[in-house]
């Protein structure tokens, strides 16, 4: 494995995509900051020069490179990599390699110890496991205590349970979301591989007994430690009283014929939609956004309840494709069966990888029909199910390609291209154009718009929302902003697509572009505190303004000198919002799932108390989080 540099290949490395009109779409500014060095960005020459900038970037890269080798030699997930060494698949010196790079990248900065929770369980070596290569015994021994550090010191970290779930924030009068310590989740696998041992958590449970959130935690791990026989029965004796119920039960499953199962859904749809029709007594209680995402994830678990069962009955044969056929001319049962089609392909997949390929032969002509006739819900299905198809190996990338279906490769740092962006938010650069085109509306708004969420990290379907942000000028007279707002609707329709367009307040600070603070009364608006929404959106609109206010947020945010003592904590605070925007909102509650098929292992009887169902535990998400921590999770101190 080298050593020295190799840039993280992308399908485009444009930094920037310019139009007339001195408009243009630009990179990430947080992928910016990762190719620094490696080739052109649009990150200011006094920072792009920075060579401590540089080197921290480059050091990123050769980690990335690294890391993204050995996953990708390693195509079984859940193998562990000591045993792909014993198999011949890896050197003991590249493992050894990467072990020291990551036990250096622990040691550099205390924020970088967050990587741990994301790290592929399967890329953690045995550290009681003899070892005939030396330099391999001595990395693996390097790291292991580089781990064991940053593990304990996030013990002591609190993190919102739903962030590593399913990202339900609940709303203002619906309680506090509960909290947990996600590092003692890991225990069961830690202990196994004796990275650290069971007295050491009684211990720190026995020393910390007054932290409920700790406490709680750790024996949630320890319960999990004792279902997989890692613990003894004494030992969990211990915890076990202190323990709440597990919730990792399984769906009753549908029984009956096809027809059966699809009228059923038919019913099961229709009373969704009705406990979250606009004034039902239910909605009436809940805002607008959260109506609708309930409604989305309640109608996504009957359907997926529905497809289970025809999954499972195509496996047995007990539905043949002229049964299916049947239901062609039927919204739900379009739907129903090819989420159940996609489902039986991925379980014979786990047991019989050839029986799972002659199967998606077999269907693959219906599957095809059904992409043709199937509503946007149907085809978003199919997107999504031959995603997984293909990287199960049972279909070709050919036929993806063939449909139109884009094959996304989210361990890259920006795995869109701007081509595609320009044309997904063409709206905004007409918008941009017609700003500064009306005296009035530039008297307001600032030509320059921020667009965010799945479409700019590369997790979209065909139906997914637009996100995006607009900038009011130093010059905006606040009341005014509701007869801007309905100017520029009047004139760009499509605005509308942006549900809740995000906004930003600008004021001149002397000569230079800032964020004034937000106003607390209106939710949509944000502020310097949002740095993830600035580091990890695309900027449209005027190349002027951006580089202007790209200036700033680069001088500002490398640079946090100005916070005196409590520097380091702002500095961590930020990380953190950059983390759950990067690796957990909408890549781990559905970004991940939507393209990789879930190749978790079997849960345990407690292992609901771990929130085993969420795609946080698949190996691998976690290559991919892992990945994305090294490259985007990365905000350089340029204050010493």
């Known amino acids: 494995m080298p050593t020295n540099e190799q840039l993280p290949k992308a399908e485009t490395h444009n930094e920037r995509k310019e139009f007339a009109n ?10 910016d900051l990762f190719y620094v060095g490696a080739e052109p960005t649009n990150l200011p020459l006094e920072i792009a020069s920075d060579p401590r900038l540089l080197e921290q970037a480059r050091e990123r890269r050769v980690l990335y490179q690294n890391l993204r080798q050995l996953f990708d030699r390693i195509v079984d997930v859940n193998l562990d990599f000591d045993e792909a060494v014993d198999q011949g698949l890896l050197r003991p010196g590249e493992l ?16 970088h110890g967050r990587i741990i929770l994301y790290l592929p369980t399967q890329f953690l070596p045995h550290l009681n496991r003899p070892l005939a290569d030396e330099a391999l015994a001595a990395a693996q021994t390097r790291f292991g205590e580089a ?18 779930t399913d990202g339900d924030i609940l709303e203002p009068g619906m309680g506090e979301p509960e909290r947990i310590r996600k590092a003692a989740h890991l225990a069961a696998d830690l202990i196994e591989r004796d990275l650290i041992w069971v007295e050491d958590i009684f211990d720190i449970l026995a020393i910390n007994g007054e932290e409920a959130e700790l406490q709680s935690s750790l024996t949630e791990g320890l319960a999990v430690a004792y279902d997989r026989g890692i613990i003894s029965q004494t030992d969990y004796g211990k915890v076990q009283s202190l323990l709440r119920q597990s919730s990792c039960g399984v769906s009753p499953e549908e029984s009956g014929s096809l027809g059966e199962i699809i009228g059923n859904l038919e019913i099961r749809l229709k009373t969704v939609e009705a ?37 499972s009955k195509l496996q047995k044969g007990e539905i043949r494709p002229e049964e299916i056929e049947a239901f062609s001319d039927n919204e739900v049962g379009l739907l129903s069966t090819s989420r159940g089609i996609i489902m039986a392909g991925e379980d014979l997949a786990r047991t019989n990888l050839d029986f799972a390929r002659e199967f998606a032969q077999g269907y693959q002509p219906l599957i095809q029909r059904n992409w043709t006739n199937g509503t946007l819900e149907t085809r978003d299905v199919i997107l999504s199910g031959l995603n997984h198809w293909q990287r199960l190996g049972l279909v070709e990338a050919s036929l993806l390609d063939q449909l139109g279906i884009p094959l996304p490769d989210l361990c890259l740092p920006f795995p869109v291209k701007l081509e595609e962006l320009a044309g997904d938010f063409q709206f905004l650069l007409e918008a941009a154009v017609r700003i500064k085109a009306d005296p009035a509306l530039s008297a307001e708004l600032a030509p320059l718009f921020l667009a965010l969420g799945s479409r700019v990290k590369g997790q979209a379907g065909l139906a997914t929302d637009f996100d ?32 809740k367009l995000l906004e930003y307040l600008l004021e001149d600070r002397g000569g230079r572009i800032w964020f004034r603070q937000p106003l607390e009364e209106i939710d949509t608006v944000m502020g310097a505190r949002e740095l993830h929404f600035l580091l990890n959106g695309v900027f449209i609109g005027d190349s002027s303004g951006f580089m202007a206010l790209n200036k700033e947020i680069c001088g500002r945010y490398l640079n946090l000198a100005r916070f005196g003592e409590q520097k380091e904590e702002v500095r961590t605070s930020l990380l953190r919002q ?22 978790r292992e079997e849960s345990t009887s407690n292992s609901g108390l771990i929130d085993w169902k969420s795609d946080y535990w698949d190996p691998g998400y976690r290559r991919v989080a892992s990945l994305l921590f090294v490259s985007r999770v990365f905000l350089p101190d340029l204050s010493a």
């Open 96 to 111: 050894a390699l990467a072990y020291n790079q990551m036990a250096a990248f622990l040691a550099e900065d205390d924020n």
């Open 22 to 31: 001195g408009l243009a779409i630009f990179r990430p500014i947080g992928a």
């Open 275 to 311: 406990k979250y029709e606009t004034g039902s007594v239910y909605a009436s209680k809940i805002s607008p956004e959260r109506a609708n995402w309930e409604k989305q994830v309640r109608r996504n678990e009957v359907v997926d309840q529905a497809a289970m069962a025809i999954a």
């Open 468 to 499: 995006g942000a607009v900038f009011w000028g130093p010059g905006a007279i606040w009341e005014n902003r509701d007869a801007a707002f309905k100017r520029l609707y009047e004139a760009i329709p499509e605005l509308r697509k942006i549900d």
């Open 147 to 164: 781990y064991r550090n940053a593990w304990i010191r996030l013990l002591f970290e609190s993190d919102c349970r739903a962030d590593f």
């Open 578 to 599: 950059v983390e759950i925007d990067t690796l957990q909102y909408r890549l781990i509650h559905k970004g991940y799932s939507k393209f990789y098929p879930c190749q």
